[in-house]
């Protein structure tokens, strides 16, 4: 093997080596057992002796170029193919992210309680809470309900394990609530869930109730007329029929139940308003003497009007609904539909 031959192919080859593979090839190549300067050093056995030691000489500084060579190119090339990697690899932060999450929208009944709540607040209502697991007295006792009285089969309970407590059957415990610890004057409405045991197309074992009540030194039957027809036309944008029923509740004396021209049939008579084209919203009245005194509020002085109303019935008339359990059976589909309020 010719020494100024292998230093010229060195020389040719270490032009083509373009990746850590190639590099490869060429240490094989070169210095690989069989190599090419393996196979100069058995050539020294066939120089004459005096030019021996010059020969391997030049073999070995030949050898240690090429090693140079390979430790300098394989960082080059190690380096260069990281650059690489981590370019093809870039991760762009500010791509927007393949899947677009759905989109939620609000409830329905949330959509109705805070309109409602904004005509009340309109008219001078600030609004209060009470809870939905109830004392006993609270529900029934206090607003002129006592025990064994038959108007507690109006409204059939749900009872829980702690003696004393119900879940509410209404919001007209937050009537007491409110009275007990705030003197008149008093505007208030209580937005919240209230359970019976119920169960068909307008009954729904949970729903929602907002009550009502004003108690001040001047108020009557009229003022509460007034505020329910203008709460009514506000809600339902135009001038529905509207239609006072004298009722009975316990807590309020005089009393009415409020209907309004069914606004599914327009009054032909449907399944919704069971055929009679009125369908019955809210109860209200004169608050009962009865329930002021228990509320440690002065029946000489003050005077007070309360009502309840449904707000699922509210929320099915505005929106054509006719079955209440649409409302909680939260099918995406259904309330899609209500996606723009
Ligand atoms: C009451 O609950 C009285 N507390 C309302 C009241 C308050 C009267 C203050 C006077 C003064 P009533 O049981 O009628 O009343 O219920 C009021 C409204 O709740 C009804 O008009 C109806 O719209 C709605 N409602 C009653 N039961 C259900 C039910 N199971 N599912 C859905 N809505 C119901």
Redesign the pocket.
């Given at each position: 093997m010719d020494l100024v031959k292998v230093k010229n192919l060195f020389l040719e080859e270490k032009e083509r080596v373009k990746t850590l593979k190639d590099l490869e090839n060429f240490r094989q190549t070169f210095l690989g057992k069989k190599g090419l300067v393996s196979q100069l050093f058995k050539e020294l056995k066939n120089i004459p002796p005096e030019k021996r030691k010059e020969f391997g000489r030049e073999i070995n500084l030949l050898r240690e170029e090429i090693e140079t060579f390979i430790r300098q190119k394989s960082e080059e090339l190690k380096k260069l193919e990281l650059e690489q990697k981590l370019k093809s690899e870039r991760i762009d932060l500010t791509l927007p992210g393949d899947t677009v999450l759905p989109v939620g929208s609000k409830h329905p009944l949330s959509a109705v309680i805070e309109e409602i709540t904004e005509i009340f607040k309109g008219m001078g209502f600030t609004v209060e809470t009470g809870p939905e697991i109830e004392r006993e007295d609270y529900n029934f006792d206090m607003l002129n309900i006592p025990k064994e009285h038959p108007a507690r089969d109006?409204?059939d309970t749900f009872y829980v394990n702690r003696k004393g407590y119900l879940l509410r059957?209404?919001?007209?415990p937050v009537?007491v609530r409110t009275m007990l610890s705030k003197k008149p004057p008093i505007q208030i409405i209580a937005p919240g869930r209230?359970y019976?045991r119920?169960?068909d197309p307008?009954?729904?074992?949970m729903?929602f109730?907002v009550?009502?009540?004003v108690v001040n030194e001047k108020v009557n039957f009229a003022n509460m007329l007034w505020v329910l027809r203008e709460f009514l036309q506000k809600f339902f944008e135009t001038p529905v029929p509207v239609r006072f029923r004298p009722s009975y509740?316990p807590?309020?004396e005089p009393?009415t139940?409020v209907d309004i021209g069914c606004v599914i049939c327009e009054g032909r008579g449907c399944r919704v308003c069971k055929g009679t084209g009125w369908l019955?919203?809210?109860?209200?009245?004169m608050?009962h003497p009865n329930v002021l005194e228990a509320c440690g509020i002065d029946t000489e002085k003050y005077r007070g009007f309360?009502?309840?109303?449904?707000v699922?019935?509210?929320a099915m008339l505005k929106y054509g609904i006719d079955n209440?359990k649409l409302f909680y059976e939260n099918d995406v589909r259904f309330l899609k539909q209500f996606a723009s309020l």
């Amino acid at each position: 093997m010719d020494l100024v031959k292998v230093k010229n192919l060195f020389l040719e080859e270490k032009e083509r080596v373009k990746t850590l593979k190639d590099l490869e090839n060429f240490r094989q190549t070169f210095l690989g057992k069989k190599g090419l300067v393996s196979q100069l050093f058995k050539e020294l056995k066939n120089i004459p002796p005096e030019k021996r030691k010059e020969f391997g000489r030049e073999i070995n500084l030949l050898r240690e170029e090429i090693e140079t060579f390979i430790r300098q190119k394989s960082e080059e090339l190690k380096k260069l193919e990281l650059e690489q990697k981590l370019k093809s690899e870039r991760i762009d932060l500010t791509l927007p992210g393949d899947t677009v999450l759905p989109v939620g929208s609000k409830h329905p009944l949330s959509a109705v309680i805070e309109e409602i709540t904004e005509i009340f607040k309109g008219m001078g209502f600030t609004v209060e809470t009470g809870p939905e697991i109830e004392r006993e007295d609270y529900n029934f006792d206090m607003l002129n309900i006592p025990k064994e009285h038959p108007a507690r089969d109006m409204q059939d309970t749900f009872y829980v394990n702690r003696k004393g407590y119900l879940l509410r059957t209404h919001t007209s415990p937050v009537q007491v609530r409110t009275m007990l610890s705030k003197k008149p004057p008093i505007q208030i409405i209580a937005p919240g869930r209230v359970y019976r045991r119920d169960d068909d197309p307008t009954h729904s074992p949970m729903f929602f109730q907002v009550e009502g009540l004003v108690v001040n030194e001047k108020v009557n039957f009229a003022n509460m007329l007034w505020v329910l027809r203008e709460f009514l036309q506000k809600f339902f944008e135009t001038p529905v029929p509207v239609r006072f029923r004298p009722s009975y509740f316990p807590f309020t004396e005089p009393s009415t139940e409020v209907d309004i021209g069914c606004v599914i049939c327009e009054g032909r008579g449907c399944r919704v308003c069971k055929g009679t084209g009125w369908l019955e919203v809210l109860g209200a009245g004169m608050v009962h003497p009865n329930v002021l005194e228990a509320c440690g509020i002065d029946t000489e002085k003050y005077r007070g009007f309360a009502f309840g109303l449904g707000v699922d019935r509210f929320a099915m008339l505005k929106y054509g609904i006719d079955n209440i359990k649409l409302f909680y059976e939260n099918d995406v589909r259904f309330l899609k539909q209500f996606a723009s309020l």
